[in-house]
Structure formats: C-alpha cells, structure tokens
C-alpha cells in the first residue's frame, strides 16, 4: 500500500519560488506514473505535472514549473517559479500504477499541502 506526504506549501509573493516534495512509502514509485494536481477554492481539480518515463505539464504551467524525482529517497519534486496569484490551491500528489503520464484520476493520493501567492 502506497502512502504519499507532501511537503514544502505555504505563503509566497507574485514572482517568488518554491518546491513541493511528495515523500513515497510502502513501494518504489517505478512502476507508477505521479502527478500533481492542484485544487482551488470554487474550481475543479486541475492537473498540473506528471512524470514516469516522460514528464507532461499543463499548459497554465508551463515554463515555470519543473517536475523531479529521486529514486534513491523515493520522492518527486514540483519546482514552482515564477508564480502568480493564480496558482493558489492545496496541490496534492497523486500515484497511478502501470499508467503513462498524464493522468486523470489515481490509485493513491497525498493529503495535500496549500499554495497561496499573494503580496
């Protein structure tokens, strides 16, 4: 049984940087395709990145951000720059087993970690 935590949201400026982590527990992640989608408050859940053998990213996201991963600690990154107001929501990771990116739906989701972009 997979478990996925995120990490590493919180309050930032227009303009400004920051990385989520998505820390992997109960199985490698080599077999599954992980995403990240990001919900806001009033709006349906948007994917946003993805990653297994190739990487696909939004088109709202383009550019700007950057998916990761490293086996060795078994964690995928989302390298957030240049944001904007816009790209506040609580962004979940999210695992899809034997599945190509992008995907729509998961087998195993994180909890979530909240993005807020605001002067």
């Given at each position: 049984?997979?478990?996925?935590?995120?990490?590493?949201g919180g309050l930032v400026q227009p303009g400004g940087s920051l990385r989520l982590s998505c820390?992997?527990?109960?199985?490698?992640?080599?077999?599954?395709?992980?995403?990240?989608?990001?919900?806001?408050?009033?709006?349906?859940?948007?994917?946003?990145?993805?990653?297994?053998?190739?990487?696909?990213?939004?088109?709202?996201?383009?550019?700007?951000?950057?998916?990761?991963?490293?086996?060795?600690?078994?964690?995928?990154?989302?390298?957030?720059?240049?944001?904007?107001?816009?790209?506040?929501?609580?962004?979940?990771?999210?695992?899809r087993l034997f599945r190509l990116c992008p995907i729509?739906?998961?087998?195993?989701?994180?909890?979530?970690?909240?993005?807020?972009?605001?002067?």
């Amino acid at each position: 049984h997979l478990q996925l935590v995120e990490s590493g949201g919180g309050l930032v400026q227009p303009g400004g940087s920051l990385r989520l982590s998505c820390a992997a527990s109960g199985s490698t992640l080599d077999q599954y395709a992980i995403g990240w989608f990001r919900q806001a408050p009033g709006k349906e859940r948007e994917g946003v990145s993805c990653i297994r053998s190739s990487t696909y990213y939004a088109d709202s996201v383009k550019g700007r951000f950057t998916i990761s991963r490293d086996n060795a600690k078994n964690t995928v990154y989302l390298q957030m720059n240049s944001l904007k107001p816009e790209d506040t929501a609580v962004y979940y990771c999210a695992a899809r087993l034997f599945r190509l990116c992008p995907i729509q739906s998961a087998d195993y989701w994180g909890q979530g970690t909240q993005v807020t972009v605001s002067s």
